[in-house]
T-cell receptor, first 115, second 113 residues
Framework: AQTVTQSQPEMSVQEAETVTLSCTYD???????LFWYKQPPSRQMILVIR??????QNATENRFSVNFQKAAKSFSLKISDSQLGDTAMYFC????????????FGKGTRLSVIA | NAGVTQTPKFQVLKTGQSMTLQCAQD?????MYWYRQDPGMGLRLIYY???????DKGEVPNGYNVSRLNKREFSLRLESAAPSQTSVYFC????????????FGQGTRLTVV
C-alpha cells in the first residue's frame, strides 16, 4: 500500500516571501503521479501542480514549483512570492500509474500567509 | 459546465437515521470516488468505482454502501448513522485515459448527533 506523509501540520509565511512544504511517500511502484492540491476556506479542492514520476524535470506552474527527488521519495512544494490568497490547506497526493486508481492523500499542511 | 455536483451541501442526522449522499459528474469520467475529510486526517478513501458497474472498498468503508447508478452518478449511503461518521464528504471523478486530474465536488458537511 502507498502512504503519503506531510510532516508539517501548520506553517506560516510573510507575504512576498518563499515557503516550502514537505512531502514524502512510500511505494514500490515505478510508474506513478504526484500532486499538490490546495483547499482554501471555501472547501473546494484545487489542483496546484502535478509531477509524472518518469519525468526528471521538476514541474512548475507560475509561482509554484516542486522539488521531486525520486530516489529519496520526496516531493516538496515551493511557493514563491507568497500571496494572501495562498492561505489554505495543502495536500500532497499519490496516484499509481497503472489505471483508474484512487488518489492517496497526506494529512495536509495548513499554510497561513501573513500580511 | 457543472463538473462534479454533490447534494446536499449540509446535513444534520440523528444517530440511527439513514441518508444518501448524491454525486453526479458531467465530464463522462469513468472513475468516481468518495472520500471523507476529518481534522488532522487528510482525505481518506471510502469507496471507489473504477468504471460503470464496478465498486471497490477503500481505506474506511465500514458503515457505508455505494451505488454506481450509471456512468454519471455515484451515491454514498449511510444505513444507520453514527456520531463517528460526522465529517466532510467529497465526491471526485477522473478519467485516466486522457488526464490524471481528479475533479472534486464542493463537499457535504454531515453532522450526526
Amino acid at each position: 500500500a502507498q502512504t503519503v506523509t506531510q510532516s508539517q501540520p501548520e506553517m506560516s509565511v510573510q507575504e512576498a516571501e518563499t515557503v516550502t512544504l514537505s512531502c514524502t511517500y512510500d511505494t514500490s511502484e515505478s510508474n506513478y503521479y504526484l500532486f499538490w492540491y490546495k483547499q482554501p476556506p471555501s472547501r473546494q479542492m484545487i489542483l496546484v501542480i502535478r509531477q509524472e514520476a518518469y519525468k526528471q524535470q521538476n514541474a512548475t506552474e507560475n509561482r509554484f514549483s516542486v522539488n521531486f527527488q525520486k530516489a529519496a521519495k520526496s516531493f516538496s512544494l515551493k511557493i514563491s512570492d507568497s500571496q494572501l490568497g495562498d492561505t489554505a490547506m495543502y495536500f500532497c497526493a499519490f496516484m499509481r500509474g497503472s489505471g483508474n486508481t484512487p488518489l492517496v492523500f497526506g494529512k495536509g499542511t495548513r499554510l497561513s500567509v501573513i500580511a | 459546465n457543472a463538473g462534479v455536483t454533490q447534494t446536499p451541501k449540509f446535513q444534520v442526522l440523528k444517530t440511527g437515521q439513514s441518508m444518501t449522499l448524491q454525486c453526479a459528474q458531467d465530464m463522462n469520467h469513468n472513475s468516481m470516488y468518495w472520500y471523507r475529510q476529518d481534522p488532522g486526517m487528510g482525505l481518506r478513501l471510502i469507496y471507489y468505482s473504477a468504471s460503470e458497474g464496478t465498486t471497490d472498498k477503500g481505506e474506511v468503508p465500514n458503515g457505508y454502501n455505494v451505488s454506481r447508478l450509471n456512468k454519471r452518478e455515484f451515491s454514498l449511503r449511510l444505513e444507520s448513522a453514527a456520531p463517528s461518521q460526522t465529517s466532510v464528504y467529497f465526491c471526485a471523478s477522473c478519467d485516466f485515459s486522457w488526464s490524471t486530474e481528479a475533479f472534486f465536488g464542493q463537499g457535504t458537511r454531515l453532522t450526526v448527533v
